[in-house]
């Protein structure tokens, strides 16, 4: 998974065509570290398809408040640089984010 | 490695992993399964640790770390894994998981619980845009921002001080009338001596508002029915918690009208040799201390649970011979007698196995038989009982013995 920063974040996700998936992380937080692992495994069965990358708050918070990402774990899919899904919270689990990836690609 | 355990635990917080402690330090094959990544249930998601008894200075993931530590010290397994269903055939219990079966002779349930939702109006749509259940995952977005925490239990009050950390302005929304809180004498002092914490009493939260993310909350004055548009970043949810139960849908298992699991003081649930041990039990305290004593309870009854199954089993339900199972207690003195008459018989050269039960300290099969009153004697051949009697004179039982195998043999 391509790990984001302030530096690549438009270039990778915004001005990049097709679906990009990014998983806003934080190394307090259980349940992204409990998911990540998840996301990797969907990144390898839907890796041709979708650009799998993830994006660590820290130091990126202003980042992630601009793409409206304000809560812990957020998965957010892009298509053609625009905001399609926002899936957040406790529920979030490998179906519901498949599902989503399936709408989009 | 082998899938079949003495004992499962399911959940892997203070409970789990006491009741691991005590299984594995008993020898106990054990296995605790644990769905999240790391072990520690709800408090390892809290900072300060100020009450575990013995341990003045510690932080509450550390004190879960060493809890871990010590299972692990005498052999106990952990796992990762969400329980979804278990299937009780007797002695043998299969707990599943998502994708792997497991069998046991016993299953401690101490899965505990989590935040309650409110389901107002925009909680659902403001999910990691404002709205959080989590203060230490969320609390870094908040640096010089203003938040909301609603609730004001142990949880609600610590996780605001927690906040006021990071955030400029932290509001507590209490629905009790004002100076009034569920929390602990102790954080309300520190509450309410932050500089940075405000209230708004008699209060609830009627809907959450905003545009991509949260601008303001509707809270709404309970005793006067008035409305505030209260500017805020975020809102905070610390409503209480609900028990993790719904994988106990198909079973047996009976819960109390709230879905936390009835169980007894000795942490026995309705089914023999399942038990229910810390927040997930019906009870009044959940504390640390108290989910541990719990998990220690259930342990050790459930240690007693399978030397007497696997005895019964062993001597009784899968004898090639007869069985005369005498139910007797060292402090009825009638019993001791019966028994020593019965001895007198040697019904053993005749081809009788003699299996004697303590009715005190072997409830289980005691019960199972339904033995009122002692003594009674049980003839079971081939695991049934073909003759059962209370209170016999020795002719009684040598007429269901003796003369009953000449017939036989005739």
């Known amino acids: 998974m391509l790990e984001l920063n302030k530096d690549n974040f438009d270039e990778e996700v915004l001005e990049s065509d097709g679906v990009v998936l990014v998983d806003f992380w934080g190394e307090n937080c259980d349940l992204c570290l409990d998911l990540m692992p998840d996301v990797e495994d969907l990144a390898e069965e839907y890796g041709d398809d979708v650009k799998f990358c993830k994006l660590n708050i820290k130091g990126n918070r202003r980042l992630a408040m601009g793409q409206q990402v304000l809560g812990l774990p957020s998965i957010v899919l892009y298509k053609d640089g625009e905001k399609k899904e926002h899936l957040s919270g406790e529920d979030v689990d490998r179906d519901a984010i498949e599902e989503a990836i399936k709408e989009l690609i | ?410």
């Not at chain 2, 046991?104 to 935040?115: D, F, M």
């Not at chain 2, 459930?302 to 009784?316: G, R």
């Open chain 2, 1 to 410: 490695m082998s899938e079949n355990y003495d004992m499962i635990i399911v959940g892997g917080g203070p409970a789990g992993m006491s009741a691991a402690i005590y299984g594995s330090r008993s020898k106990l094959k054990t296995l605790v399964l644990e769905s999240k990544r790391k072990t520690g249930g709800q408090v390892a998601t809290y900072e300060e640790m100020e009450n575990y008894p013995g341990v003045p200075e510690t932080s509450a993931p550390e004190l879960m770390e060493n809890f871990r530590t010590h299972a692990e010290k005498f052999d106990a397994e952990f796992a990762k894994g969400e329980v979804i269903d278990i299937v009780n055939n007797g002695f043998e219990k299969i707990v599943k998981t998502k994708d792997k079966e497991y069998t046991a002779k016993s299953v401690i349930l101490a899965t505990g619980a989590e935040p309650r939702k409110l389901g107002i109006k925009g909680e659902e749509e403001f999910k990691g845009k404002g709205v959080s259940y989590c203060a230490t995952c969320d609390a870094e977005f908040y640096e010089g921002l203003e938040v909301v925490v609603i609730g004001n239990g142990n949880s609600a009050v610590e996780e605001a001080i927690y906040l006021t950390k990071f955030a400029d302005k932290v509001t507590i929304v209490v629905i009790h009338e004002e100076g009034v809180m569920d929390a602990e004498k102790l954080f309300q002092e520190r509450a309410f001596a932050n500089d940075k914490i405000e209230f708004f009493w008699n209060s609830t939260v009627e809907e959450i508002k905003g545009e991509g993310l949260v601008d303001s909350v509707v809270v709404k004055n309970i005793k006067t029915g008035e409305k505030t548009d209260f500017e805020c970043d975020g809102v905070f949810f610390f409503v209480g918690r609900v028990p993790s139960t719904d994988f106990l849908e198909n079973t047996e298992i009976e819960l109390n009208d709230n879905n936390y699991i009835k169980a007894n003081d000795n942490m026995e649930t309705n089914i023999p040799g399942i038990y229910a041990a810390g927040d997930v039990r019906e009870k009044v305290v959940r504390q640390v201390i108290t989910a541990a004593g719990d998990g220690a309870t259930a342990a050790v009854m459930a240690q007693s649970y399978l030397e007497a199954e696997e005895y019964w089993q062993e001597n009784v339900v899968e004898s090639a011979k007869p069985v005369i199972v005498s139910f007797w207690s060292p402090t009825d003195n009638e019993s001791i007698e019966t028994i020593g008459k019965l001895e007198e018989l040697g019904l053993e050269d005749r081809g009788y196995k003699m299996v004697k039960i303590d009715t005190y300290k072997n409830k289980l099969i005691t019960d199972r038989y339904n033995v009122e009153e002692i003594p009674t004697i049980l003839k079971i051949e081939d695991g049934e009982v073909k003759e059962r009697l209370v209170n016999p004179m020795i002719e009684d039982v040598k007429e269901v013995t003796i003369e009953n195998l000449e017939e036989v043999k005739n």
